[in-house]
T-cell receptor, first 112, second 114 residues
Framework: KNQVEQSPQSLIILEGKNCTLQ??????????LRWYKQDTGRGPVSLTI?????NTKSNGRYTATLDADTKQSSLHITASQLSDSASYIC???????????FGTGTQLKVEL | DAGVTQSPTHLIKTRGQHVTLRCSPI?????VSWYQQVLGQGPQFIFQ???????GRGNFPDRFSARQFPNYSSELNVNALLLGDSALYLC?????????????FGPGTRLTVT
C-alpha cells in the first residue's frame, strides 16, 4: 500500500473552472508536505511546502490545505488555465530519514 | 543562476549494459538526491549524498550506485540494465542535508532500456 495516495488519478476540466486535488498520507512522523507540478518529461516544480503547524498556503492561483490530524491535504486551483495541464504530485518528508516520499500524482488536463 | 542540470537528456541502452547519469546541483547546494520515476508513477528515492558521503538509500538493488564529487556534482551508475530500469531519472539539489529544506529538481534523464 502506498504511503501517499492521491485522487483523482486523472481529471479534465474546462478553462476558467476551479478544481481540487486530494492527497492522503499514512506515514508518521510527519515533517512537511509538498505539492509539485510536473510537466510531461520534465522535473517537478515546487508549488507549496507546509509543515504540520500550517493548515493553508497559497501560491498565486494554487492554494494547499493540510489537516495533520486526518493526514489529508488538498490542492485547489482557481480559474484554471491551459498551462495548468500537468501532473500534480503530493509528497514530503514522511517517516524518518531525509528522503521525500511521493504519491503517484493526479494528471490534470485543462481544455477550451 | 543556473538551476539543476542533468546529462544526458535522453539515453537508449540495451539490457545488460551499464549507464552513468550526471547531475550538477545549484551553485552553493551541497546535497544531491536521486529519484527514479517510472511512467505514471511518482518519483522513488534512490540515494542522497551530502558532503560527498551517502546519507540515505532507497529500496534499490546493488546494481545502483552513486557518488558525489568535491564540486558537489554527482553521478548515478546502473549496472546490468534491465527493461524495468527504463524511467525518468531525476536529480534534486538542496542547500543542506535535511529534507525539510526545499529540493530543486533537474529536468531529468530519460533512460530507455531495450
Amino acid at each position: 500500500k502506498n504511503q501517499v495516495e492521491q485522487s483523482p488519478q486523472s481529471l479534465i476540466i474546462l478553462e476558467g473552472k476551479n478544481c481540487t486535488l486530494q492527497c492522503n498520507y499514512t506515514v508518521s512522523p510527519f515533517s512537511n508536505l509538498r505539492w509539485y507540478k510536473q510537466d510531461t518529461g520534465r522535473g517537478p516544480v515546487s508549488l507549496t511546502i507546509m509543515t504540520f503547524s500550517e493548515n493553508t498556503k497559497s501560491n498565486g492561483r494554487y492554494t494547499a490545505t493540510l489537516d495533520a490530524d486526518t493526514k489529508q491535504s488538498s490542492l485547489h486551483i482557481t480559474a484554471s488555465q491551459l498551462s495548468d495541464s500537468a501532473s500534480y504530485i503530493c509528497g514530503g518528508r514522511l517517516g524518518g530519514g531525509n528522503k521525500l516520499t511521493f504519491g503517484t500524482g493526479t494528471q490534470l488536463k485543462v481544455e477550451l | 543562476d543556473a538551476g539543476v542540470t542533468q546529462s544526458p537528456t535522453h539515453l537508449i541502452k540495451t539490457r545488460g549494459q551499464h549507464v552513468t547519469l550526471r547531475c550538477s546541483p545549484i551553485s552553493g547546494h551541497k546535497s544531491v538526491s536521486w529519484y527514479q520515476q517510472v511512467l505514471g508513477q511518482g518519483p522513488q528515492f534512490i540515494f542522497q549524498y551530502y558532503e560527498k558521503e551517502e546519507r540515505g538509500r532507497g529500496n534499490f538493488p546493488d546494481r545502483f550506485s552513486a557518488r558525489q564529487f568535491p564540486n558537489y556534482s554527482s553521478e548515478l551508475n546502473v549496472n546490468a540494465l534491465l527493461l524495468g530500469d527504463s524511467a525518468l531519472y531525476l536529480c534534486a539539489s538542496s542547500l543542506v542535508q535535511t529534507a525539510s529544506y526545499e529540493q530543486y529538481f533537474g529536468p531529468g534523464t530519460r533512460l530507455t532500456v531495450t
